[in-house]
């Protein structure tokens, strides 16, 4: 069991998407840094579609009414448990009664939480993902607050067996971290630069040639006006070559919309299902991580890649991520 002392500015419970219903115009959700927590997850030996805490910078303060394997992935919001430092992408073995809180935001501006065996809350349509806008899923579809106690489902026999690896009984410490961690260039990114990949969006041949060419060679900034549906930027103004109307149609994570004023919309994890908008571009998923990272006043820079760069980029990373699987697998033999 854990308890929410303080739950932050914004904390939910989020797996990888309610999939299957868009349909019948029902969003996917879900988290918005798939990468971080799917690494999270494999490093407690859950199964990586197991829901995880969804933090956002200003992190909440949890206390563990038991024993609990944890990991904590993704933007660094600083960490500790009772005062000593928990460091990132690894697994940590939290004794009873001991707390976790967050401090400063470093870097990025979400991290996510997984506990080995998983929250313990109910699924609706197939997903344990809170949208807010809803009220379903998560905590009584919500935010979570202080007060709230969440049940952690047993966990499976790799993450006995990492507690067993963890737990050697020579310490008084409330906490033990792993000796290894996730290798940096699986997580790292050009988040400094900013730089995200873009593939040519369905209606990119509309925009004026002048738009077509400031999308790749201008920075535009993320604004306040922006959340978990997605990302309004400032940046050059982009316009169709002549006005067009247009049908609704299928958007996805990473699609760039730009409305008529000419200021793009990317869309995230919380997105509609259809779009009446032009989309000029369309985000690689292996810069979804990135693009879930940054936060008001950051920069991006958009680089075009072709769909066959993109898959290219896109099994690589895969590729990685087995190999840490497999990597914890041979840490408990």
């Known amino acids: 069991m854990m308890t929410i002392t303080k739950p932050g500015m914004l904390t939910t419970i989020q797996d990888l998407g309610r999939n299957g219903y868009q349909k019948y115009?029902?969003?996917?959700?879900?988290?918005?840094?798939?990468?971080?927590?799917?690494?999270?997850?494999?490093?407690?030996?859950n199964q990586?579609?197991?829901?995880?805490?969804?933090?956002?910078?200003?992190?909440?303060?949890?206390?563990?009414?038991?024993?609990?394997?944890?990991?904590?992935?993704?933007?660094?919001?600083?960490?500790?448990?009772?005062?000593?430092?928990?460091?990132?992408?690894?697994?940590?073995?939290?004794?009873k009664g001991s707390r976790l809180q967050f401090g400063q935001c470093k870097s990025g501006c979400r991290c996510y939480l997984a506990v080995a065996g998983g929250f313990s809350v109910r699924s609706v349509m197939g997903?344990?993902?809170?949208?807010?806008?809803?009220?379903?899923?998560?905590?009584?579809?919500?935010?979570?607050k202080s007060g709230d106690r969440i049940p952690i489902d047993t966990p499976r026999e790799l993450s006995t067996r990492l507690i067993q690896h963890l737990d050697r009984g020579k310490t008084n410490r409330t906490f033990v971290e792993s000796d290894w961690s996730v290798v940096s260039s699986l997580y790292h990114t050009n988040e400094k630069d900013g730089i995200v990949h873009v593939i040519k969006g369905r209606q990119f041949n509309l925009f004026s040639i002048e738009s077509q060419k400031l999308l790749f060679t201008e920075p535009f900034e993320v604004t306040s006006q922006s959340d978990r549906m997605g990302y309004r930027l400032k940046g050059p103004t982009l316009a169709?070559?002549?006005?067009?109307?247009?049908?609704?149609?299928?958007?996805?994570?990473?699609?760039?919309?730009?409305?008529?004023?000419?200021?793009?919309?990317?869309?995230?994890?919380?997105?509609?299902?259809?779009?009446?908008?032009?989309?000029?571009?369309?985000?690689?998923?292996?810069?979804?991580?990135?693009?879930?990272?940054?936060?008001?006043?950051?920069?991006?820079?958009?680089?075009?890649?072709?769909?066959?760069?993109?898959?290219?980029?896109?099994?690589?990373k895969e590729s990685n991520i087995?190999?840490?699987?497999?990597?914890v697998l041979l840490k408990c033999r």
């Open 127 to 144: 997903s344990k993902s809170t949208y807010l806008r809803a009220g379903i899923g998560g905590v009584n579809g919500r935010a979570l």
């Open 240 to 316: 169709l070559e002549k006005p067009k109307e247009m049908i609704s149609e299928a958007v996805d994570f990473g699609t760039i919309q730009v409305p008529s004023e000419g200021n793009p919309i990317v869309l995230l994890a919380d997105r509609q299902t259809t779009g009446g908008y032009p989309k000029i571009g369309q985000i690689a998923t292996v810069d979804l991580s990135l693009l879930a990272q940054t936060k008001p006043g950051d920069s991006l820079r958009f680089i075009e890649i072709t769909h066959a760069e993109a898959e290219h980029l896109y099994l690589k």
């Open 48 to 95: 990586e579609k197991e829901a995880t805490l969804e933090i956002t910078l200003l992190g909440p303060v949890i206390e563990f009414s038991e024993n609990a394997l944890i990991s904590i992935c993704g933007g660094d919001l600083s960490p500790s448990i009772d005062g000593r430092t928990a460091r990132l992408w690894r697994p940590l073995l939290v004794k």
């Open 322 to 327: 087995q190999l840490l699987k497999n990597g």
């Open 25 to 45: 115009g029902v969003i996917t959700s879900g988290v918005m840094d798939p990468s971080a927590s799917r690494i999270a997850n494999i490093l407690v030996g």
